[in-house]
Every structure is written in C-alpha cells, then in structure tokens.
C-alpha cells in the first residue's frame, strides 16, 4: 500500500525537522526551533559628533538668563554646531544639553536566513531569553547620563519625537567616565519591554531599528564632554510557529 502523506514527510525531511512537523500537512504551534541569537549592535557614543568649542562653551555656560528664559536656546550653537540645545536652569544660567540619538537596523530574515523556510507565514511565536550589553571601550571624560534604549519602525526618524515615538523596552545605567565592562550586563526592562520587543519582532518579514537614547547635560564649572565610549548589545531569544 503507498501512503502519500508518508512518502511527502520523507521526501521533505529536513524542512519537516526543522518546522516540528507533527502530522500530515500540521505544524505544531509550540516549535522554539528557530535561534533568534543576533549579532551585536554596536553603538558609539563620539564627544567630537558635537563639535563643542571649549572656550565658546566656557562663556557660553556663564551667560545669565535671568531677563530671558529663552536666550539660551537661541545661542547655543554659538558652543557647539551638531545635535545640542541650550535651556535655562535654576539658578539663571545657560545649560547645554548634548543629544544622544544612535541606531542600528534589524532585518531578521537578512540576520538569520533560516525563517526563509516559513517565508509564506506572517509572523512568528517569538520568546526573548535575554537583552544584554557591554562598554568594550571607554575614554569618556565624563559619565554617561541613563540610557535609554528603544524599538521603532524603519520611518522613526528619532525615538523620543512625540508624533512618532518609539517604543521603549529599558533602560542602561549611567556609565562613568572611563569605565568598561568585564562581563555582558543585563537591560534593566521596563514593565512592557520584552512585550514591545516580542511584537516588533513577531512580524518578522518588516526591519526595524534599536534606538539608544539620552540627553548629555553640561552645566557650568563642568568639563566639556571629549573623547568615546563604543557599546554592544546583544539580543538572545528564539521562536517558532
């Protein structure tokens, strides 16, 4: 007697092995076969990216705003010409305010050419086992303020902009000056962040981007942020169908 479904199981081996084949023509919703271990994204922090003048900075940082709360942002490139505003603190001086905006692209399907062979299924069952992160170079002058890291569609053109935000999945601790890991460090995650990262990562065919995040605060008698910190992090997990 021939057995159709039999001879097409066996004719489909590997495929049928790697997807958990569980009867003719099903697949178990429980298979975890897939590695979703990336590589890592490194992120640079570079103090020359804000091309801050020390001495323009130094008078910048002893203006008074006491008569106009907005002249600091209205002078601050004076200090420093890329990716930096000036505000006004308490006690009517102007503060610089440095922007961290850093991101990499994920394209799963690029990263782990395996999921070709569910390429016909709209998303996957994804699991996070961990999000970690090292400082594998640090001379920094300064400590890093709380970084922040998030997730965002491809069009995201900065995660904090409030017509389009990112989402937040957790959180780094501030990085002193100098200082570098010896170990991979654990995400701090906030209440929802294995779940944002699970559903951005669910549908699997669409890139997105990590974001790492924060505002660098000068203030005055303080030191000019110079030199780089470069950062990895890693996202472990897998999935199935």
């Not at 106009?68 to 930096?84: D, K, P, R, Y």
């Not at 399907?109 to 998303?123: F, G």
């Not at 999000?131 to 303020?145: I, Q």
Request: glycine share 6%; hydrophobic share 40%.
């Amino acid at each position: 007697m021939t057995y159709p479904c039999l001879r097409a199981v066996v004719g489909a081996l590997g495929l049928a092995a790697a997807l958990g084949v569980t009867g003719c023509g099903l697949i178990s919703s429980d298979v975890t076969d897939f590695d979703l271990t990336l590589p890592p994204k490194k992120f640079t922090i570079d103090a020359g990216h804000w091309n801050v003048d020390q001495a323009k900075a130094n008078m910048y940082l002893d203006t008074s705003c006491a008569s106009n709360a907005q002249l600091c942002s209205s002078v601050a490139q004076a200090a420093c010409s890329t990716g930096c505003t000036g505000t006004c603190n308490a006690v009517q001086k102007c503060d610089l305010v440095l922007d961290v905006s850093l991101s990499k692209s994920i394209d799963l399907v690029a990263e782990k050419p395996e999921l070709k062979t569910i390429n016909d299924q709209p998303v996957i069952k994804v699991t996070i086992d961990s999000v970690t992160y090292d400082v594998s170079h640090n001379d920094l002058n300064v400590a890093t303020p709380e970084l922040k890291v998030y997730v965002a569609s491809i069009s995201v053109a900065k995660p904090t902009d409030p017509s389009n935000p990112g989402r937040l999945i957790g959180t780094i601790p501030s990085i002193p000056a100098g200082h570098t890991t010896t170990s991979r460090q654990a995400l701090v995650f906030t209440a929802s962040g294995k779940a944002e990262l699970v559903n951005i990562m669910s549908s699997f065919k669409t890139p997105f981007n990590v974001w790492v995040a924060a505002s660098l605060l000068v203030t005055s008698g303080q030191p000019v942020p110079s030199g780089m910190l470069e950062s990895s992090v890693y996202i472990q997990g897998h999935a199935g169908l």
